[in-house]
């Protein structure tokens, strides 16, 4: 076969698949079987072969708005060739000014100071370093410790696997550079499966932190980060009650609560964000994926005034907080996500979550099968969790992504999970053939 940088030429796959060291893959399964997508539109890829495949995880959980959106498509062209770079050390260009304004609208509460970066890794970080820099600008200096959740993800970044609780990302990488403790996870197969949307049992799992506190000493902790709804471990929902818990234990303390939006934040659940569907106020949040809508990487970290105005103090000419990326607030990255804010506002797309949530519920509940330990949903997240087969976890996992794949749908799935989360602009018809799709799937495992 010809190689071709986009499989474009020959519409083949390329004929060297060695140098790119994929991420998060099992690299010599995937080579043994690649599977190449050559273009997108809308909901829908089409892969090297030719088929169209509906795209069932929104990219990865970023394409909100659906693939090459005109608009988006149109304002990152004309941008690139206007003002294609401008540094935002010491100089400046309009478009992050307007864009964080923008943003700052869209927040609740006082989450109205932006700072920029490129990824949710590095938001998290920046968040975590942020959160430091605010309790040591008020005298606090001996808060460093974070306390983040066994099965949270907040990216790669050595903060994030520091505080993220998913074994396999921490394991091989050293002790964390950073203080931490974890509380639990809130899954409890006994006592919540099948729920529909927030589970009745487990906000008292929120009371760890209490102990988490006294063991350390709350002079001693800088913040707590959690994802409102963990998104990588298998779409964990949070018990009724588990979120509010955690605001009012952080502020009792004095300490930071920050909410890693990187996937519930513009319109997953219906709203622009976690915190205004719950209506919990976070101190910080970190959000990056539909920010563009994957377009262009962006990362954010969104900070109330107290934060802000805590750091951004001292003499005139002094810097005040030492961070900050050669890319933050690109020029790409802000006309991509100035264009994204438009489509989502013109077409109403959170809105249209908020109503798709309800048929979205209803057809993932419907899945129920003997072969399934759980069922869970919120918003337009959604999530298949099968039992493992003897002899063979996550084999079932596996099979059923294949099989979908292969029947012309993509899910997200590991190990014995499946995870649905498509764009938000996807129709009704496309939502009978994304779960008729689902069913034959379950039906297909062993
Ligand atoms: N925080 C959260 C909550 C995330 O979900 C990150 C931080 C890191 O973002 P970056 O942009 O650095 O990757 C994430 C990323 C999946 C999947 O399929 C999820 C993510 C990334 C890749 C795959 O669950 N989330």
């Not at 099992?26 to 079987?33: C, D, E, L, S, W």
């Not at 809508?293 to 001292?314: K, L, Q, Y």
């Not at 337009?380 to 003897?390: D, H, L, V």
Request: proline share 5%; charged share 20%.
């Amino acid at each position: 076969m010809t190689a071709s940088p986009d499989g474009s030429a020959s519409g083949k796959v390329p004929n060297d698949l060695g140098p790119f060291w994929m991420p998060f893959t099992a690299n010599r399964q995937y080579k043994a079987n690649p599977r190449l997508l050559v273009s997108a539109e809308g909901v829908y890829y089409t892969s090297h072969d030719g088929r169209k495949i509906l795209d069932g995880q929104a990219g990865l959980w970023c394409v909100n708005a659906g693939h090459a959106h005109k608009k988006i498509v149109e304002a990152v062209q004309k941008q690139i060739a206007k003002l294609d770079f401008a540094p935002t050390f010491n100089m400046g260009h309009p478009l992050p000014f307007e864009l964080a304004g923008q943003l700052a609208a869209l927040t609740p509460g006082d989450l109205d100071h932006v700072f920029f970066c490129n990824s949710g890794s590095e938001a998290v970080d920046t968040a975590l370093k942020i959160a430091l820099a605010y309790h040591r600008a008020r005298g606090e200096g001996t808060r460093t410790r974070f306390i983040g959740r066994e099965r949270g993800y907040h990216g790669v970044g050595f903060g994030g696997i520091a505080v993220g609780g998913m074994v396999g990302n921490r394991k091989a990488f050293g002790n964390s550079l950073i203080s931490t403790d974890h509380l639990p996870h809130t899954h409890s197969l006994k006592d919540m499966a099948f729920s529909q949307g927030q589970p009745e049992w487990g906000a008292h799992l929120a009371d760890e932190l209490e102990r988490i506190i006294a063991l350390h000493d709350a002079s001693n902790i800088a913040a707590v980060i959690v994802e409102p709804v963990a998104g990588s471990t298998g779409v964990l929902v949070p018990p009724k009650g588990y979120l509010e818990k955690l605001r009012a234990i952080t502020q009792k303390h004095g300490i930071l609560l920050i909410f890693d939006e990187v996937i519930t934040g513009f319109g997953r659940l219906g709203k622009s964000f976690a915190a205004e569907y719950f209506n919990i106020i976070p101190d910080l949040m970190t959000v990056a994926k539909g920010i563009t809508n994957g377009v262009i990487p962006m990362g954010a970290v969104f900070a109330r005034d107290m934060v802000h105005d805590a750091i951004v103090t001292g003499p005139e000419g002094a810097i005040e907080l030492f961070h900050g990326y050669t890319y933050s607030g690109h020029p790409v990255a802000c006309a991509a996500s100035l264009a994204t804010l438009e489509v989502y506002r013109e077409e109403g797309l959170f809105e249209r979550a908020a109503k798709n949530a309800v048929k979205w519920q209803k057809l993932v509940h419907e899945l129920k099968d003997d072969k399934l330990a759980d069922l869970r949903n919120l918003g337009m997240m959604g999530a298949i969790e099968f039992k493992p087969r003897e002899g063979a976890p996550g084999a079932r996992g596996y099979e059923a992504f294949l099989h979908c794949y292969e029947n012309g749908l993509l899910v997200r799935f590991g190990p014995d999970v499946l995870s649905l989360t498509p764009p938000l602009t996807i129709s009704e018809s496309e939502l009978d053939f994304m779960f008729s799709t689902l069913r034959n799937a379950i039906k297909a495992v062993k």
